[in-house]
């Protein structure tokens, strides 16, 4: 994988934004590989909108590698391809933090010299196997999509629940006995706390389902 200084990535893209603008400034205030993040006051002094700045800042990092680059102010629009990758990026927008730019880099790239990141769109740096243990879970591996997002409606739907208001999972169904009759029986015995065996001596079953994105 290559391995890029954050530091000096900065630095470049300062020297190309003050050569296009005419005007030597830091424009980039820092840069966490692949996010830029930018100094708001050395645009605004040389009358430059924040969407003409982040536009201007990511052609510079496509220059300096990046596979592409995703504004704030695109995020924010909603403007972004109609695709698995863009509904990633737009997901992982934030009002918050000032101008900024998601830079896309190239596939087995990692940003700090010192160690790794986890800021990439490909699958060997999305995917999180997801397991769930206990008893309302069917055993065995599911090899179907999942996110994280859909903890919280199929746990709300376990305990009988509205699902959280902004909640846009789905119920993980494959992965869910279909019934409980223990749960039904108001003179069942207690369950053991998960992890714990059951009366017969066997363990609560676990349930690995595909993992999430």
Known sequence: AANLGQDALRT?????????LGHP??????????????????????????????????IAMQQLGMRGYFTRSQLA???VPNSEMGRRYLHSYSPQGGWYVMGVP???TVGPLNGTDHASPYSYD?????????????????????????LAVTLASLLGINAPTHAVGRVLTEALLASHPAENSSNAPARPASGEPSKTGRARPA??????Q
């Open 25 to 58: 400034a830091e424009f980039v205030k820092a840069f966490d590989y692949p996010m830029a993040w930018l100094n708001e006051d050395a645009f605004t002094s040389l009358h430059v909108k924040e969407e003409d700045a982040e536009r201007d800042v990511g």
């Open 106 to 108: 190239a596939p087995y």
């Open 12 to 20: 470049q893209l300062n020297t190309a934004l003050g050569n296009k």
């Open 126 to 150: 999305t995917h999180v196997p997801l397991a769930l243990y206990g008893l309302p879970f069917q055993p065995g591996t599911f090899r179907t999509h999942s996110e994280p997002v859909d």
């Open 77 to 79: 629009g909603g403007e």
């Open 207 to 212: 349930a690995a389902v595909g993992g999430a």
